[in-house]
C-alpha cells in the first residue's frame, strides 16, 4: 500500500538548521510531485512547498522562501526540507503528501520545536 | 492570492442529522477544490476532489458540490466517527497555488 514516512523533526534553536526526510513506498515515487505541509499547535494546515516529479521545479510558500529548500532523490524514493533560519513560528507538524492534484495519502508528520 | 474561507466555525450536529459545510474562494477556482478530514492525532485524509468527486474509499454519505467561488460538503447522515475537522483547499499546479481554508469543527 501507498505509505510516507516522515523523519528528521526535533528542537532547534532560532536561527538553526534541519533537514527533513520523507521516504516513500507502495507506488512510482519517481512519477508524482511531491509537497510538504504543516501544521501549527492547535492551529490549520499550511502549505509550505511542492517539487515536480523530477525535481526540476520547485514552489515555496511566502513564510518560507529563501529559508526551506524542498529537494528529493528518486533513486532512494526520498524528498527532504532542508530548513535553515528557522524561526519561532516555523514550529509545527510536517506532513508530506503525494500530489494527485489534489494531495493523498499523507504521512503522519515529523515535529519540529524551535525554542531556545 | 486566492483566500478560502469557510464556514461555520464549528458546526454543532447530533448523530443521523446532516450536515452542510460550505467553502468561498476569493476568486473563481474552477472546479480545482478539495476537501479533508482530520480527527485528533491523526493526519489529514481526502474525501473529495475536483469539488465532487469522492477519493477511494470514501462513503458515500460524504458529498461534495459547488465551483467557481461557493462549495458545499454535506455529510448525509452523520456517523461517529465523523466528528472532525474539515478542511477545504484549492490546488492548481499553474500558476502554482495550494491554498486551505481555516477549517470547520464538527462536533457533537
Known amino acids: 500500500q501507498v505509505q510516507l514516512v516522515e523523519s528528521g523533526g526535533g528542537v532547534v534553536q532560532p536561527g538553526g538548521s534541519l533537514r527533513l526526510s520523507c521516504a516513500a513506498s507502495?507506488?512510482?515515487?519517481?512519477?508524482?510531485?511531491m509537497h510538504w505541509v504543516r501544521q501549527a499547535p492547535g492551529n490549520g494546515l499550511e502549505w509550505v512547498a511542492f517539487v515536480r516529479y523530477d525535481g526540476s521545479t520547485k514552489f515555496y510558500a511566502d513564510s518560507v522562501e529563501g529559508r526551506f529548500t524542498v529537494s528529493r532523490d528518486n533513486s532512494k524514493n526520498t524528498m527532504y526540507l532542508q530548513m535553515s533560519s528557522l524561526r519561532a513560528e516555523d514550529t509545527a507538524l510536517y506532513y508530506c503528501a503525494k500530489d494527485v492534484g489534489a494531495m493523498m495519502p499523507w504521512g503522519q508528520g515529523t515535529l519540529v520545536t524551535v525554542s531556545s | 492570492e486566492i483566500v478560502m474561507t469557510q464556514s461555520p466555525a464549528t458546526l454543532s450536529v447530533s448523530p443521523g442529522e446532516r450536515a452542510t459545510l460550505s467553502c468561498r474562494a476569493s476568486?473563481?477556482?474552477?472546479?480545482?477544490l478539495a476537501w479533508y478530514q482530520q480527527k485528533p492525532g491523526q493526519a489529514p485524509r481526502l474525501l473529495i476532489y475536483g469539488a465532487s468527486t469522492r477519493a477511494t474509499g470514501i462513503p458515500a454519505r460524504f458529498s461534495g458540490s459547488g465551483s467557481g467561488t461557493e462549495f458545499t460538503l454535506t455529510i448525509s447522515s452523520l456517523q461517529s466517527e465523523d466528528f472532525a475537522v474539515y478542511y477545504c483547499q484549492h490546488y492548481n499546479n499553474w500558476p502554482p497555488e495550494w491554498t486551505f481554508g481555516q477549517g470547520t469543527k464538527v462536533e457533537v
Open positions: 507502495g507506488f512510482t515515487f519517481s512519477s508524482h510531485g
Open positions: 476568486q473563481s477556482v474552477s472546479s480545482n
